[in-house]
């Protein structure tokens, strides 16, 4: 058996692969690390884009509130005062915003030839009408089809002191010398398409309720106050024509806008 002597370039060669596996190894922990550090990086990176991005709208929405505070003083007043505004004023100030809009204040007068009827006025105290809406042998003309808010009010002061006649009275009704029937306030519509009229809206109440306190009693003495208001929305057509029908016009309250018919377009 001859035996094998290692010669110097095997020995080299050895060398060689140990310092290549070496480097190999090498190469690899380096290129793990490396990747390593990329995700921490990039995720440090996003961490801090977001809390950027979260710092920059709590900023802008800080900046927006204290633009839109409303300050103190005369604008809290004016609040304040349209809190407490009553229907008129308030359905006044929305339907003077629309494009189309008609707001009319109501009178009777006693003894009045035509045809004994609530009679509505534009252009006076706060009645106006624009956009199209137009009131014509006292009703609305509506100038095209949509949607429409349609409102109205009446009210009434009912004199219930006179005791005779109580036989007279609806049951749970206060005293009154004559009977008075129930008080009804009702808005109607006539429509081409439909080829007749048709009611929209409506309400009724009693005209003196029964008292049983002396608060009451001094009430019915000076008379009772009822405003019967209707408010709703409907779609209407083109030349649809709108307008009122109330009992006890003698009863009626139209003293500062306290009586009002309007539309305004949605």
């Not at 007279?168 to 808005?187: Q, T, Y």
């Not at 709108?242 to 009863?251: A, C, F, G, R, V």
């Amino acid at each position: 058996m001859v035996a094998y002597t290692p010669t110097p370039a095997d020995l080299e060669a050895a060398v060689g692969l140990k310092e290549e596996e070496k480097k190999t190894v090498v190469v690899v922990e380096k290129r793990s690390y490396t990747a390593w550090m990329w995700k921490v990086s990039a995720g440090l990176l996003v961490a801090a884009l977001c809390l950027g991005l979260v710092l920059l709208f709590a900023w802008y929405w800080h900046g927006r509130a204290e633009s839109t505070t409303p300050s103190a003083g005369p604008t809290q007043a004016l609040v304040a005062d349209d809190d407490n505004s009553d229907p008129h004023n308030t359905l006044k100030r929305i339907s003077s915003k629309a494009k189309a809009a008609i707001h009319l204040e109501g009178i009777h007068e006693e003894g009045d030839s035509e045809k004994e009827q609530l009679q509505w006025r534009n252009g006076q105290g706060q009645a106006f009408a624009q956009g199209g809406l137009t009131l014509l042998n006292n009703q609305i003309v509506v100038p095209q089809t949509g949607l429409y808010f349609v409102y109205s009010q009446a009210s009434f002061r009912v004199s219930c002191s006179d005791n005779s006649g109580e036989e007279d009275l609806e049951p749970g009704a206060a005293s009154s010398g004559k009977r008075l029937a129930p008080l009804s306030h009702r808005v109607w519509r006539y429509s081409d398409s439909v080829g007749r009229k048709a009611s929209l809206m409506s309400a009724v109440r009693s005209a003196c309720q029964h008292s049983s306190s002396a608060e009451d009693e001094q009430r019915t003495k000076q008379g009772w106050y009822n405003a019967l208001y209707l408010g709703a929305v409907f779609q209407l057509n083109k030349d649809d024509r709108l307008w009122t029908e109330t009992n006890q016009l003698s009863e009626l309250e139209t003293d500062g806008g306290k009586t009002f018919f309007g539309v305004f377009a949605l």
